[in-house]
Nanobody, 118 residues
Framework: QVQLVESGGGSVQAGGSLRLSCTAS????????GGWFRQAPGKEREGVAS???????NYPDSVKGRFTISRDNAKNTLYLQMNSLKPEDTGVYYC????????????WGQGTQVTVSS
């Protein structure tokens, strides 16, 4: 049974930083794909970062240069470092995982709230 447990959300003023963590059980990030998504009130969920087994990362333009995804293989944990936060970054952030052979993310965390005030 795969379980993703997130932590690290909270409230911060614009320009501040937060780091989200996602620890997996029953799933190994080192050989599979991990990602972070967010959903703002009234908006669709959007991807904000992804990382593959080869350490290749991908970001949308809205967060590029401000967000960094990484993982600790020994801890089987995914991270999202978020710097220069803006009010529009507010939302519920979800960790996600998929096997290397899957096209869609199959496993999801419970979500953690990030609130950025101006």
């Amino acid at each position: 049974q795969v379980q993703l447990v997130e932590s690290g959300g909270g409230s911060v003023q614009a320009g501040g930083s937060l780091r989200l963590s996602c620890t997996a059980s029953g799933f190994t990030f080192i050989t599979n794909h991990g990602g972070w998504f967010r959903q703002a009130p009234g908006k669709e969920r959007e991807g904000v970062a992804s990382i593959d087994p080869g350490w290749n990362t991908n970001y949308p333009d809205s967060v590029k240069g401000r967000f960094t995804i990484s993982r600790d293989n020994a801890k089987n944990t995914l991270y999202l470092q978020m710097n220069s936060l803006k009010p529009e970054d507010t939302g519920v952030y979800y960790c996600a995982a998929r096997a290397w052979y899957d096209r869609e993310y199959k496993y999801w965390g419970q979500g953690t709230q990030v609130t950025v005030s101006s």
